[in-house]
């Protein structure tokens, strides 16, 4: 796939070194892509992409995909984890492309930081396996609920400086999420969502 970075996201100083290093998709293996080359003078990237079955979100965002299809970029230094630093509430959005992502998270969550998180799957057996912590409580959909569950668990939720944001799935609504965060007052720092997918043929919940 060859992509051109906006002026806004476009760093002069980056090489392909720089970005394989901070491009990845949330439980992804990074076998899955592979940086081809970059030209940092017209902002051009070359990737290789060659996602295993298995690779739920990358194979979904390869599905909607277009040509003049826009990607958001992470800033460098935000990381793709939730933001633990100092032990404050973690509050997690997700859809169904995402739980294998959710599942790497908890298994590496530290011991004595409080969470919730909202999942939007239909398949009860994604929220059975996933490892259980200590002080984190799931709230999962599994059925039609006439609305996004997701977004509207972020409208509800207390967003404020003693919680931090992580999500991802599908582009539209993780915008959304994105943008009630904002709203709320969150830095970017607390507020990493990350849309990788678009639903173009419909098919995700109103």
Request: proline share 6%.
């Amino acid at each position: 796939m060859t992509s051109m970075l906006t002026s806004v996201t476009l760093e002069p100083s980056w090489d392909e070194e720089a970005i394989a290093a901070w491009l990845h998709f949330p439980g992804c293996s990074r076998v899955d892509y592979t940086v081809r080359r970059y030209d940092a003078e017209r902002g051009i990237l070359e990737l290789d992409l060659t996602p295993g079955p298995e690779s739920t979100i990358m194979n979904k965002w390869l599905d909607s995909v277009e040509i003049g299809s826009r990607t958001r970029l992470a800033q460098p230094d935000v990381g793709y984890m939730p933001n633990f630093a100092d032990g404050r509430r973690v509050l997690i959005f997700a859809d169904e492309s995402s739980i294998s992502a959710v599942r790497a998270i908890l298994a590496q969550w530290p011991a004595g930081v409080p969470g919730t998180m909202w999942l939007d799957t239909p398949d009860p057996r994604h929220i059975a396996d996933l490892p259980v912590v200590a002080g984190v409580g799931v709230v999962s959909f599994h059925v039609d609920m006439g609305f996004d569950p997701l977004v509207t668990a972020a409208r509800r939720v207390e967003l404020d400086s003693s919680a931090t944001v992580w999500a991802a799935g599908e582009t539209r609504r993780m915008d959304e999420i994105r943008a009630t965060c904002l709203a709320a007052g969150l830095p970017e720092s607390d507020t990493r969502v990350f849309g990788y997918w678009a639903d173009n043929a419909g098919q995700r919940r109103s």
